[in-house]
């Protein structure tokens, strides 16, 4: 990244080409992106719920919470050799308590938004092509670190529960 003083811009060098323009023209396209797709979801949450696919929605989502108990309490028991098992409803961490999992925190809101965010950002359709699923990998990652890392805290620091 160059400071170019006579123009007051910066010069953002990509591999064989300049492209010029603002920093905070990429951070406020951004911010106003993610607004809207915020509100977009919201919108069709809240007073349409999901119309016309709300069937699917919920369909998807409860099937991403399934994933999430058996990751978890795989994760739970292999790697922290902690006493857990599911019972389709909630992660249970043996005499120390239970961590349900409900809609919300499935990640589908996630996947919407991240995925429309790659689709309506300015950028080469070849490289998003591999970066969308490979992005959505990540949130679900992300998500199931959560989880375990909750269940972690219900186990070994169940005051700040």
């Known amino acids: ?3 170019d003083h006579r123009a007051g811009r910066f010069r953002f060098t990509y591999p064989g080409k300049q492209v010029p323009g603002r920093l905070l023209d990429g951070i406020s396209r951004f911010f106003l992106l993610m607004a809207a797709i915020y ?3 919201w919108i069709w949450e809240k007073p349409m719920q999901f119309f016309p696919v709300g069937g699917c929605i ?9 994933g999430l108990y058996r990751d978890s ?3 739970l028991t292999r ?14 961490l043996g005499s120390t308590g239970s961590l349900s999992i409900s809609y919300p925190c499935s990640g589908i ?3 919407t938004q991240f995925t429309l965010l790659m689709i309506f950002y300015p950028g080469p359709w070849r490289r998003k092509t591999w970066f969308v699923p490979l992005g959505l990998l990540a949130v679900h990652f992300t998500n199931l670190l959560r989880i375990v890392g909750l269940s972690l805290v219900i186990v070994y620091l169940p005051q700040f529960w």
């Open 109 to 111: 809101r996630q996947f």
């Open 73 to 75: 309490e795989w994760i």
């Open 79 to 92: 790697v922290f050799h902690q006493q857990a098992w599911c019972d389709g409803s909630s992660i249970c």
């Open 39 to 41: 509100l977009f979801w």
């Open 1 to 3: 990244m160059k400071n």
């Open 58 to 66: 919920r369909g998807f989502s409860g099937w991403l919470v399934q």
